[in-house]
Structure formats: structure tokens, C-alpha cells
């Protein structure tokens, strides 16, 4: 019970996932800062950030709806906090485990993304308005290639729970090559989902000045952001457990290969993000639709031919 | 603050302040869904009377406002208000000064041109060429200060020719700065062309057709992009572009992406004129002596800004200082289009859209009263006199009993 709980609040639960949160965050920052040839942050940039908003005033619009508007930052951390407990961080299997628990994951990473439209929308504020509705219109262009893509490989692997992919992955590794058109759907979907460029148009700053979230401010924005930063997390901790499941046996060489597999991941979104312009919402869902879904059915039906040739 | 009619429409504040301006101005955006069905522009916010001031301070004085009419082209601005000045004063500026003239023009419109990329990148959402082009900034803002003493307003220009000489190290650091940037540049353009985030969001956007170009007299890149051959440096020489080849950069796209071209090239073609001048600079001096008063008369001067064509006009009587300077910067000219550009497009795209005309606020921004009744009267000092007792007696003061006559004033 004490363990379960320990494992739950410190590691790999909460605590863990909140400081590798802000590691992540530093680590994206910096990179995209060498790219761009800027210095970049210090270290403890991501947690003064934190601190610094947590001590800031919370202003709150007259017009909003003042108990959705408090309490939708909270909800959105939760379930960003929930589903982490259902990857698997130390020795490939996860805290907690059951079959199916992918489609739970699933579901949790959808409700922060409701959680910004909502306070958005709650904020009456045009430029959140505004905001929200790409949010929700972008969501609904990458959530199908997106699940789409985490959800193929689980048809070789017989099972639909993280934890049973990541192992039966890390025995038949070569089966990992069948998934690359995934992974790289994964990947452009995953960045849509976490609304980094070229797929920010929700958060625009020079055009609606920071989307959904524009009148947020004080300890509310910082739990937000906080569940952003964990959002991130979650993101490529699940798609290197699903597409890069190797692993060795022993817990701390594992460990240490979880922070490799989601840092690898982490630098090819920030790339991504560097590299290019952002699109327009029109030309993101276009984008989704006519090349990112195709690339995940074409991947399903591949899996649906390789698991009835294993079969037979 | 949003409106919603029964049309669905929703009203979109841009600007005053807002992440996207760089300086106060309004723009109202009608949106239906994504779309921009109305776009109401308002400017204004930083009117700073520089023209009205200009008549109260002697030709030098001016030289230092005028100067600082636009921090970013602050040499086209004082170039002209000298060109003007020299003229009604009869004076020849030596051939050298005029060269040195050129070759700082060419340096702002560098450092002017690799601004405007900057800003435009961010406009939609690529810092990452945002930065890349004010690092490449730095280098031409490290041979102004160089060669002027100052970074931004450089203060090289003087009324009679240039303050200060070039010799043969700057000239060197200046060929060596270009040999450099000229790479970049190339990179900056091959990037335009190909990659492709840049071209969805850049290509048909902000569209203004040769003929529309024509209709609202619109000026620089944004004319040239639409295929009119207008710049100032070929159609009617100033300083020492009557020597310096200069090819004038055009285009046929008339959208964002043809700015973005047409200012690129004109990057290299400014480095071309840069060499050509760093080759063939005449010996001797800098500057003739002017005089203080300049002879009654007016003339119009004209020069090409990197935004477009910029007019200046001065009136003199005869004294120390000047009946009326008039400045006209190119954005004035190019504000008439924005809102047919803007009609009919993204709400995503305004930003680079307003970006792409290159706007230049403060420049442009003058005090115009709109009186919404027709009555119109000519008031002498008499009747204006009387109107301004009228009026403080209404706001409970009595200015009757002092004794003004107009003599004193005049």
C-alpha cells in the first residue's frame, strides 16, 4: 500500500513527471534557442517561470465563469497526471496496468486539449474565442490520424495495453520496423496535439495574441502550463514506449534508455518545430486529412496483413 | 469585447496594442468564421508634429528632426530634406559626398530590408528565420556605426554634402561585410522559394494586381512586386545614382511572396551598388559651405526609401527657417491599399499582410480634424481672437481685460 502510493506520488509518478516536465521544457527551449542561434535559457529557467507565476495576482475576467474558469486548469493536470501512472517509465512496465489501459491514456490526453477550449470559451474574451474554436478544430484533424497511429501496432501485439506492447515489442524488435510509417504519423500528429509549430495556430501570438489562454493568468496559468509541459512528457513517453521499446533487463540501464528514447523523441519535435512557418488551421486540416490519415490507414492495413500471415 | 450580430459576425480588435504592431494602430477586423469580410484601419496614434516643429527651428536644427522621422530609415528622410534644401540654395554637393551618400543608402536599405524579413518570419510564426536575419543585421548596423559614428540615426548627411569621410579600412570592412552577407542573402532566397511552410503561407496572399497597384498609387516593393518598374533611383537620379547602374527588381506574383522576392533581390542588387561605389569613389571633399538663408522658393524632393518613394517638400522665405516642410514617407502611400489586400483573405494572414506593405507608423501618422458639419469660415486675427475669449469664458475664464495685439506675435 505505502510502496504503491510512494510509487504513485514520487517515482515514476507525480513528482518525477512535474520535475522531468521542466527538464524537458529546458531542454526543448535550449535546443530551439542553439538552433536559432540565441543563447537560450538558464537551467532553472522553466522553474522560476513556475514560481514566478505561482506568486503572480490571478485575475479573473468579470464576464467568465468563475468556478469552470478555476477549475479547468486543475482538471487538465489531473488527467495529464492520471495517465502517466499507465506508461511505463522503470523496467517497461508501467505502475499500473490492465488491458486496454491504452485507450484510457488515450482518453486522458484528449481532456486537456477540451480543458483549453473550454477555458478559452468560459473567458468570453474574443481573442480566446477565437482560440478555442482552432483548438477544437485542430483537434479534430490530428485526433484520428493520432490514435489511428498508437493504436496500429497494438493489432501484431495482440493487446491493448501499454505496458503489453512495450514487451512484446522489446522481445520481437524487429516487428518495430513494420510500425515506422506510424511512428512518424505519431510524431507530426503528436506535435499537432501539443500545438507546437507549424501546428501553433491556436495560440498564435501575432495573430490572437495567445489563443485559448489569454486570460489566464497567476497560479491558474502556471498549473496550465505546467500541464503542457507534462503533456509533452506523456507524448514522448508514449510513443517511445509503443515505437522504440528496447530494452535490457536491468532497471536502472532501463531507466536510463526511458530518458534517452523520450529525449530523442523531445529533439525531433523541437526540430520540427524550428524548421518551419506555421500553417494556417484551413491548412493544417488539410494537411491531416489528406496525408497524415491515408499514412494510418495504409499502416493499419499492413498490420491487419502481417497479423493474419502470422496466424496462418 | 466580441460582438456577435445576428450574422454570426465577430468584430476582431487588432491593434492599438496588440503582440503582432510594432507601433499604435488600429485595425478592426470583421471575421466571418476565418475569413475577413470588412477591415477598418485606423492610424494616428503617434503623431508627433515634427512638420509644424520643423517651422519653428532654422534649416541645421531641422536637419536633426527630420533625421528622426523613421529609425529605420532615417538617411532617406534627411537625404531628401538636404537634396531640397540644396537645390533652392543653388549649392553642388562634390561628387565624393554624393557617393558617400549612395553607399549609406544602400547599407540602410541592407539592414532595412533584413529587418523587414525578420519581422515578417515571426508575422507567421518561423523565428527561427527571424533570428537568423537580425544576426545578419548586426553585421550592416557594425558598418554604419562605423562608418557614420551611430547605429541608427546616423547624422552623415548635412546640408551641403556629408559630416564625415570614408578611408580606405572602412571601405575595405564594407566590401568584406558585403562579400559575406551575400551568402546569406542567396540562402534567404533559395529558402523563399523552396521550403515550404514559407510558400503555403506566403503565395496568394495579400493580393494587389498591377491595376489595383495603379489605382491606389501604391509605391516600392509592394508596386514593383506587381510589375510596375517604379523606383525613384532610375526614373529620376538623385546624389550619385546618375553613375551607379541600378537594375530595379520586379516581379509578377503582386502577393506576399513577391515582396518577400522582390525585397530579397534587392538586397543583392544593393550589394552590386556597394561595390560598384567602393570601386569607383572620386578623391576630394566632402562638403561645400551653405549658407543660413536660403532663398524664397519651394522645391519638391523625392527619394528612393527601401519602403518606396518618399517626397519632401520645402518652402522658404527668405530666412533662417523654413515656411513648410512637408514629408511624405512611402507608407503613407501604401496604407491605401491594405484594406483591399486584407478583404477577403484569413484572419491568419492579416498579420503578414499588414507586414508585407513594410508599415511605418510614426512616418505616416499626421493630425487631420474631420468636421463632421459642412460649415467652413475664414477666421482673421480679430474674429479668432474673440472665438478664444468666447471660449475661456465658457470654461469660467476672463481673458478680455489683456491687452494682445497681433504685432507681437509676428
Known amino acids: 500500500m505505502l510502496v504503491s502510493l510512494l510509487k504513485i506520488l514520487i517515482f515514476p509518478g507525480f513528482l518525477f513527471l512535474a520535475v522531468y516536465a521542466m527538464v524537458c521544457e529546458y531542454i526543448d527551449r535550449k535546443v530551439y534557442a542553439r538552433l536559432q542561434n540565441r543563447m537560450g535559457p538558464p537551467w532553472y529557467q522553466p522553474l522560476a517561470d513556475f514560481l514566478k507565476l505561482l506568486g503572480k495576482e490571478t485575475i479573473i475576467p468579470a464576464d467568465a465563469n468563475r468556478r469552470m474558469f478555476q477549475i479547468l486548469p486543475v482538471i487538465s493536470l489531473s488527467a495529464v497526471a492520471a495517465s502517466f501512472i499507465y506508461v511505463p517509465v522503470v523496467g517497461g512496465s508501467a505502475v499500473y496496468s490492465f488491458e486496454g489501459d491504452l485507450i484510457v491514456v488515450l482518453y486522458f490526453l484528449t481532456i486537456p486539449t477540451i480543458c483549453s477550449f473550454l477555458g478559452g470559451w468560459y473567458s468570453r474574451g474574443v481573442y480566446s474565442t477565437i ?38 515489442y522489446s522481445e520481437h ?16 500528429a503528436g506535435q499537432g496535439k ?5 501546428f501553433d495556430s491556436p495560440e498564435a501570438e501575432t495573430e490572437i495574441v495567445s489563443g ?101 | 469585447m466580441s460582438r456577435k450580430g445576428k450574422d454570426n459576425r465577430i468584430v476582431l480588435p487588432i491593434g492599438p496594442q496588440h503582440p503582432s504592431l510594432k507601433e499604435p494602430a488600429s485595425f478592426r477586423i470583421t471575421l466571418e468564421g476565418e475569413k475577413v469580410v470588412n477591415a477598418v484601419i485606423g492610424v494616428g496614434y503617434n503623431h508627433r508634429g515634427l ?39 543653388g549649392l ?70 556629408v559630416r564625415r569621410d570614408v578611408d580606405e579600412s572602412m571601405l ?11 551568402d546569406q542573402i542567396k540562402y534567404y532566397l533559395d529558402l523563399a522559394m523552396t521550403e515550404t511552410t514559407l510558400s503555403v503561407r506566403l503565395a496568394g496572399v495579400g493580393k494587389l494586381s498591377y491595376d489595383d497597384a495603379l489605382r491606389f498609387g501604391v509605391v516600392g516593393p509592394v508596386a514593383r512586386s506587381a510589375g510596375i518598374a517604379d523606383d525613384i533611383r532610375v526614373t529620376e537620379p538623385y546624389a550619385a545614382y546618375d553613375e551607379v547602374p541600378v537594375r530595379p527588381v520586379t516581379d509578377t506574383r503582386a502577393d506576399v511572396l513577391g515582396r518577400t522576392v522582390v525585397r530579397i533581390k534587392e538586397m543583392l542588387e544593393s550589394i552590386n551598388i556597394i561595390r560598384f561605389c567602393i570601386r569607383n569613389i572620386p578623391d576630394g571633399d566632402i562638403a561645400v559651405k551653405a549658407p543660413l538663408r536660403i532663398p524664397a522658393g519651394e522645391v519638391i524632393s523625392r527619394t528612393e526609401a ?48 499588414i507586414a508585407a506593405i513594410d508599415p511605418c507608423y510614426s512616418c505616416t501618422d499626421r493630425a487631420i480634424i474631420v468636421d463632421s458639419g459642412s460649415r467652413t469660415e475664414v477666421m482673421d486675427w480679430q474674429s479668432l481672437r474673440q472665438y478664444s475669449i468666447d471660449w475661456y469664458k465658457k470654461q469660467g475664464v476672463d481673458t478680455a481685460s489683456a491687452k494682445v495685439s497681433a504685432k507681437e506675435y509676428f
Request: net charge neutral; charged share 20%.
Open chain 2, 51 to 89: 512638420e509644424k516643429a520643423c517651422e519653428s527651428r532654422n534649416y541645421v536644427q531641422d536637419l536633426y528632426l527630420i533625421e528622426r522621422v523613421c529609425g529605420i530609415c532615417s538617411h532617406t528622410h534627411s537625404t531628401a530634406y538636404c537634396q531640397g534644401i540644396e537645390e533652392l540654395a
Open chain 2, 172 to 182: 575595405q570592412d564594407i566590401s568584406k561585410m558585403a562579400d559575406a552577407l551575400e
Open chain 1, 212 to 312: 485559448a489562454l489569454v486570460e489566464y493568468s497567476g497560479r491558474l496559468l502556471a498549473i496550465f502550463r505546467m500541464s503542457m509541459d507534462c503533456e509533452l512528457v506523456l507524448v514522448a513517453s508514449l510513443i517511445s514506449a509503443i515505437f522504440l521499446p528496447f530494452m535490457t533487463g536491468i532497471v536502472i540501464l532501463d531507466f536510463v534508455l526511458y530518458l534517452a528514447k523520450t529525449l530523442a523523441v523531445l529533439l525531433i519535435l523541437t526540430l520540427m518545430r524550428s524548421a518551419m512557418a506555421r500553417l494556417r488551421v484551413d491548412q493544417m486540416v488539410n494537411f491531416c486529412w489528406r496525408y497524415l490519415t491515408p499514412a494510418a490507414v495504409i499502416q493499419i492495413i499492413l498490420d491487419l496483413i502481417i497479423r493474419g500471415g502470422l496466424a496462418v
Open chain 1, 173 to 188: 524488435p524487429l516487428y518495430v520496423l513494420i510500425n515506422i510509417p506510424a511512428f512518424f504519423t505519431a510524431l507530426i
Open chain 1, 131 to 168: 482560440g478555442s474554436v482552432r483548438t477544437l478544430t485542430q483537434m479534430f484533424a490530428y485526433e484520428v490520424p493520432l490514435f489511428m497511429a498508437l493504436l496500429a501496432p497494438s493489432l501484431i501485439a495482440k493487446t491493448w495495453s501499454v505496458t503489453g506492447m512495450a514487451s512484446f
Open chain 2, 92 to 161: 553642388t554637393i562634390p561628387r565624393r559626398a554624393a557617393y558617400i551618400r549612395v553607399i549609406v543608402a544602400e547599407l540602410e536599405r541592407l539592414h532595412s530590408h533584413l529587418l523587414w524579413l525578420g519581422v515578417a518570419a515571426h508575422e507567421i510564426g518561423f523565428d527561427t528565420l527571424f533570428m537568423y536575419t537580425w544576426r545578419d543585421r548586426e553585421k550592416v548596423l557594425d558598418i554604419l556605426a562605423e562608418v557614420c559614428g551611430n547605429r541608427v540615426n546616423y547624422g552623415i548627411n548635412t546640408i551641403g554634402g
Open chain 1, 194 to 198: 501539443l500545438e507546437r509549430a507549424p
Open chain 2, 306 to 353: 527601401p519602403r518606396g518613394e518618399n517626397i519632401h517638400y520645402i518652402r522658404s522665405n527668405g530666412t533662417d527657417k523654413p515656411d513648410r516642410v512637408r514629408v511624405r514617407a512611402p507608407s503613407e502611400a501604401n496604407w491605401r491599399g491594405v484594406k483591399h489586400m486584407l478583404e477577403g483573405g484569413y484572419l491568419a494572414d492579416v498579420p503578414i499582410t
